[in-house]
T-cell receptor, first 116, second 113 residues
Framework: KNQVEQSPQSLIILEGKNCTLQ??????????LRWYKQDTGRGPVSLTI?????NTKSNGRYTATLDADTKQSSLHITASQLSDSASYIC???????????????FGTGTKLQVIP | DAGVIQSPRHEVTEMGQEVTLRCKPI?????LFWYRQTMMRGLELLIY????????DSGMPEDRFSAKMPNASFSTLKIQPSEPRDSAVYFC???????????FGEGSRLTVL
């Protein structure tokens, strides 16, 4: 069964500090991996997408890495801000198509709290 | 574009009542998804539509749940009768292609007493 596991479940850091969130997956065959940010009471919003050939991708203070061999991804947040407080969800897509839909598997997320 | 629009944002109802959640996808998006989010299970796919046609409803938990998409700009998720275990946040999402980014609405928080 395809699975996406994220760690840690929750994290508290001081404003200005860096942090790294982890995502391990067993989804196969792999197509792409997205990191979503979900603010409290809001819907998830895509931060980055990683394909098989990409190792690193940045979006401002967010940097995602992908190791397709070990099936691991990380999301690194630099110089954290209070507005980074949110849940971060790892979403992995398969290349197989079910009725034309590229199946996705969601992680349960890491809840990040940035405190002053 | 205003994004995916869901209503109501919050719904509190009593067990046994009918609940209808509504969604307006982003114009031009041909895929529409309904998800349920709980603390224990995270985001779960309930059903998805392609060009208004239901493609896969295997995630719908029971016959009490039904979804329709009468046209490209509107979809409903209905629960009848509702039960306390249905309490969750229900998200609608749309995307323009089979492999594109999912755009989520703000969600409908349902509480069944």
């Amino acid at each position: 069964k395809n699975q996406v596991e994220q760690s840690p479940q929750s994290l508290i850091i001081l404003e200005g500090k860096n942090c790294t969130l982890q995502c391990n997956y067993t989804v196969s065959p792999f197509s792409n991996l997205r990191w979503y940010k979900q603010d409290t009471g809001r819907g998830p919003v895509s931060l980055t997408i990683m394909t098989f050939s990409e190792n690193t991708k940045s979006n401002g203070r967010y940097t995602a890495t992908l190791d397709a061999d070990t099936k691991q991804s990380s999301l690194h947040i630099t110089a954290s801000q209070l507005s980074d407080s949110a849940s971060y969800i790892c979403v992995v897509s398969e290349t197989t198509y079910s009725g034309g839909y590229q199946k996705v598997t969601f992680g349960t997320g890491t809840k990040l709290q940035v405190i002053p | 574009d205003a994004g995916v629009i869901q209503s109501p944002r919050h719904e509190v109802t009593e067990m046994g009542q009918e609940v209808t959640l509504r969604c307006k996808p982003i114009s031009g998006h041909d895929y529409l998804f309904w998800y349920r989010q709980t603390m224990m299970r995270g985001l779960e796919l309930l059903i998805y539509f392609n060009n208004n046609v239901p493609i896969d409803d295997s995630g719908m938990p029971e016959d009490r749940f039904s979804a329709k998409m009468p046209n490209a700009s509107f979809s409903t998720l209905k629960i009848q009768p509702s039960e306390p275990r249905d309490s969750a946040v229900y998200f609608c999402a749309s995307r323009v292609s089979n492999t594109g980014e999912l755009f989520f609405g703000e969600g409908s928080r349902l509480t069944v007493l």
